[in-house]
Each structure stands twice: as structure tokens, then as C-alpha cells.
């Protein structure tokens, strides 16, 4: 079954190419589509609308890969749930479900970890594995939307690009993957549902801004300062703070849409009145809102959580100083929602086994 070719993640007219040789008619595409993206299909024989004999052809030639679920946590309050799916060659990635007063909202990763350094982050811990497919990535989606509807006609809503990886560092088939999401014999998920974050890959923001999809641009920029941010975030030495901030400030201009600059607080190192002045001045008249979250501690790293009077404190500074601010309301602490924490956690328990 793995030999054959995986058509899960396939556009209508990539399924209509592949079925030329079959002498198949162009519209039956959009029935195997939607058999896989809309009605939970695993393989050819659900699809009823088929032909039987075109049913066991498919069959022979193709196969529809969709992940395993190796391991999923449900946090207490029952909102959030995790889980670790594993693709075809054993790769394995982590997606999250967030059930939202006003919808469910999915995180997807865009690549299996990831090697952008960044100290806080527990992605990046054992570095990157691959790229993940555009295939890849609506799988993710489609899982998580399969179970919602078994659940109780649930659906996803919105998507937030923020798991492991860089979305930017996988620029053309996390595009194709949001064009295909976006299709009405997939999800329909309104572009303006869906936010893509980055650590700042300052050329393919300006890519973005011209793609014509108005989504949601967040940027992590946690430091006000290229020295502070660089010993932070690595990649602000290739691209530099006020080269983001360009970029950024371009992408609101460009789209109309608002741009959220995720600011990380850890005590102590950047959520001090220094760095608070720093952050109002850099970020002043743009079209921007800030939003604060407050470290959640990864083993592997040192850094510590700040003491709620001191996030308080931060918070009513940049609303004084005419700042659009949120604290982010954290969701799933209990069950190591934080990006890469169970991946890394199973990443261990394979090397204590081949120990």
C-alpha cells in the first residue's frame, strides 16, 4: 500500500492528471475530493457514488495516506486537545484543538521541528526532520475535523499556522496548502480564518503581501532590540529587527489587515520598563496589536515565567502608551500544549528504547 501513489492532498486538477490513463471523466475528481476531505473516506470501496469497477482500478494504482495517531492529551477543562500524528515514512508532527467560545481553532505544523534556534522554543530542541507536504499539513486539518464531526457535527473554524516549524522556510507548500484548504470541495475556510506566524523571514513577507489571500500575518518578534532578540532568536542576525518590522509594517499597508507581534515574556530579560519603552517606540503608529504570553517553561531551557504583577505591570504600560495589548489566554498547560513538548517527550522514549 505505501508504494502506491499518496493522492491524499491532491487539488481536482491533479486528481483529474493522474486519471487521464484511466479514462476516467473529469467531474468523477471532485467526488474522490470530496469522498476524502469532506466525508472522512480512507479508501476507494466508501465512495459509493463510484462505479465498482472504477472503485477496485483506483484501488490497484493509488492509496489515500492519512496520519496515525500515536498520541493525543485532553486538558481537564476539556478545551484543548493534542495530538501526534504520524505520516506514512514515520515522521511525526503535533497539531492542537482549541475549542473556542466562538469556534474550534486548529494549530497546524508546517514542518516536522524545526532549525530556527529560537531559546525558548521546544520545536527547534532536536532540530528539523523535513518539510511537510501540503498533503501533509491538510491532514492534519482533515483529522482533526473528521473527529469533531464523528463528535457531535462539529467543525473547524479557524487555523493558525503556529505549530513546529517555520512556515516561511516552507514558503510554497504551506501556499499551496492554504490555497487547497480554502476550496469548497475541501474545508471553504475563509482566508481571514486563518493566521500564519513567523519568526520574521523578511523576503517571503513580502511575498505574502502579494499572494492576494488576506489572512492573518502574526509575527514573533519577543525582544525590542536587535542585541536582546538576536540572543533570543537566531535568525535575527539574517534578518534584522528593523527589517521585520519593515516587512510587517508592508504587510499591513498592503492587506489592511492587522498585524500581532507575539512578545514572549520572560522574567527578568525582556519584561522590564527598559524593554517596555523600547517596544512602544518601535512599534509606533503601525497597524499593529502586541500580544503577551507569558513564558511556559520547557525543561530543556532555563528560562522562567514572570510573576503576574510583573505581566500586569507590562500590559497597563503599553495600553498608557497607546499599545493595542492582549495577554494570551492560555489554553492546555496541562497537557504540554506548547509547541513540540510531546514530540520531543516521544522523541526520548525512542532513544531510552534503542538504548
Not at 486519471?19 to 475530493?33: D, F, H
Not at 520545536?123 to 464523528?150: C, F, P, W
Not at 499572494?211 to 542576525?237: D, T
Not at 492582549?326 to 489554553?331: A, K, Q
Request: proline share 5%.
Amino acid at each position: 500500500m505505501e508504494k502506491l501513489p499518496n493522492i491524499f492532498g491532491c487539488t481536482t486538477e491533479e486528481l483529474q492528471e493522474l486519471l487521464v490513463p484511466y479514462k476516467v471523466p473529469k467531474y468523477r475528481a471532485k467526488q474522490i475530493a470530496e469522498w476524502m476531505y469532506q466525508k472522512g473516506a480512507h479508501d476507494f470501496g466508501a465512495m459509493t457514488n463510484l462505479p465498482k469497477q472504477l472503485r477496485a482500478e483506483l484501488s490497484e494504482h493509488f492509496a489515500i495516506h492519512q496520519p496515525v495517531c500515536q498520541d493525543r492529551l485532553d486538558s481537564a477543562d476539556g478545551k484543548t486537545s493534542k495530538f501526534l500524528l504520524a505520516f506514512a515514512d514515520g515522521t511525526a508532527v503535533e497539531s492542537v484543538l482549541m475549542r473556542q467560545p466562538y469556534g474550534n481553532s486548529i494549530c497546524v505544523s508546517t514542518q516536522a521541528g524545526c532549525n530556527m534556534g529560537c531559546a525558548f522554543c521546544a520545536s527547534t530542541v532536536h532540530g528539523m526532520a523535513r518539510d511537510l507536504t501540503k498533503g501533509e499539513m491538510l491532514a492534519q486539518a482533515i483529522y482533526i475535523n473528521d473527529m469533531l464531526r464523528a463528535e457531535d457535527g462539529g467543525k473547524v473554524d479557524m487555523m493558525v499556522l503556529m505549530g513546529s516549524g517555520e512556515p516561511l522556510m516552507n514558503y510554497d507548500n504551506v501556499i499551496a496548502f492554504l490555497h487547497l484548504i480554502h476550496e469548497p470541495y475541501v474545508l471553504g475556510m475563509g482566508y481571514r480564518n486563518i493566521t500564519l506566524s513567523t519568526s520574521g523571514i523578511v523576503p517571503n513577507i513580502y511575498l505574502l503581501a502579494d499572494e492576494g489571500m488576506p489572512i492573518s500575518l502574526s509575527v514573533s518578534l519577543h525582544a525590542p532590540n536587535p542585541e536582546l532578540r538576536s540572543q533570543l532568536m537566531p535568525i535575527n542576525r539574517k534578518y534584522p529587527l528593523a527589517d521585520v518590522v519593515a516587512a510587517a509594517q508592508h504587510y499591513a499597508e498592503k492587506t489592511g489587515r492587522r498585524v500581532t507581534y507575539e512578545y514572549i515574556l520572560i522574567d527578568h530579560m525582556n519584561d522590564g520598563e527598559e524593554q517596555a519603552r523600547e517596544l512602544v517606540q518601535l512599534l509606533k503608529g503601525s497597524l499593529c496589536s502586541v500580544n503577551l504570553i507569558p513564558i511556559n517553561p520547557v525543561k530543556e531551557r532555563n528560562l522562567l515565567r514572570p510573576s503576574k504583577a510583573r505581566i500586569d505591570w507590562f500590559e497597563h504600560f503599553l495600553q498608557q502608551h497607546h499599545v493595542n495589548v492582549t495577554v494570551r489566554r492560555e489554553m492546555g498547560t496541562d497537557i504540554q500544549a506548547a509547541c513540540g513538548q510531546l514530540r520531543n517527550k516521544h522523541w526520548q522514549e525512542k532513544k531510552q528504547d534503542k538504548a
